[in-house]
T-cell receptor, first 113, second 112 residues
Framework: ELKVEQNPLFLSMQEGKNYTIYCNYS?????LYWYRQDPGKSLESLFVLLSNGAVKQEGRLMASLDTKARLSTLHITAAVHDLSATYFC?????????????FGKGTKLSVIP | NAGVTQTPKFRVLKTGQSMTLLCAQDMNHEYMYWYRQDPGMGLRLIHYSVGEGTTAKGEVPDGYNVSRLKKQNFLLGLESAAPSQTSVYFC???????????FGPGTRLTVL
């Protein structure tokens, strides 16, 4: 069974600061996704990481994937209030005819002015 | 191009009642999924489909049934609703290769 762990689950940070969210997973996978969810809203795709060493950046967010360590990071640079949301990582698993994404529990980020 | 749509947006049921949630996508995607989201639990996969006429169980399938009679639609049924099924339900779809899943707006279901 694939397990996905995010930490921290809650993060309160000041504007202008940097921080990293970690996503660890238990089974071999070469695909990992990051999503953002605003309160009461649906999930918005941020990054799709498809290979070991993949790094993607969009604005103040940068995601990376290390498949050997089974670890992905979402780095926030110089946080602004608009980044306040819940961030989910999701790991792709395929085996025995099954194709699934397993989600972490999410990291609720609050950026304080 | 509406993407992924879900009907209804909100619903209140009494224990034992039945209902069907409808998901529709206009992106010609092969794969479709139903998730439930509960506080502190992330999203958990209920059932999914890799093509028209096919369905498979996910992580938490008990108490739910699904059907995919048309490629663009994926239905989630609750035959006898229970309070434990109070949740927000999300539908998603993806194309070949599962490079990205696109999510619908969600259905908030309360079972009393």
């Amino acid at each position: 069974e694939l397990k996905v762990e995010q930490n921290p689950l809650f993060l309160s940070m000041q504007e202008g600061k940097n921080y990293t969210i970690y996503c660890n997973y238990s089974t071999t996978s070469d695909r990992l996704y990051w999503y953002r969810q605003d309160p009461g809203k649906s999930l918005e795709s941020l990054f799709v990481l498809l290979s070991n060493g993949a790094v993607k950046q969009e604005g103040r967010l940068m995601a990376s994937l290390d498949t050997k360590a089974r670890l992905s990071t979402l780095h926030i640079t110089a946080a602004v209030h608009d980044l306040s949301a819940t961030y989910f990582c999701a790991v792709f698993y395929s085996g025995a005819g099954s194709y699934q994404l397993t989600f972490g529990k999410g990291t609720k980020l609050s950026v304080i002015p | 191009n509406a993407g992924v749509t879900q009907t209804p947006k909100f619903r209140v049921l009494k224990t034992g009642q039945s209902m069907t949630l409808l998901c529709a996508q206009d992106m010609n995607h092969e794969y479709m999924y139903w998730y439930r989201q509960d506080p502190g639990m992330g999203l958990r996969l209920i059932h999914y489909s890799v093509g028209e006429g096919t369905t498979a169980k996910g992580e938490v399938p008990d108490g739910y049934n699904v059907s995919r009679l048309k490629k663009q639609n994926f239905l989630l049924g609750l035959e006898s609703a229970a309070p434990s099924q109070t949740s927000v339900y999300f539908c998603a779809s993806s194309g070949q290769g599962m490079r990205e899943q696109f999510f619908g707006p969600g259905t908030r279901l309360t079972v009393l």
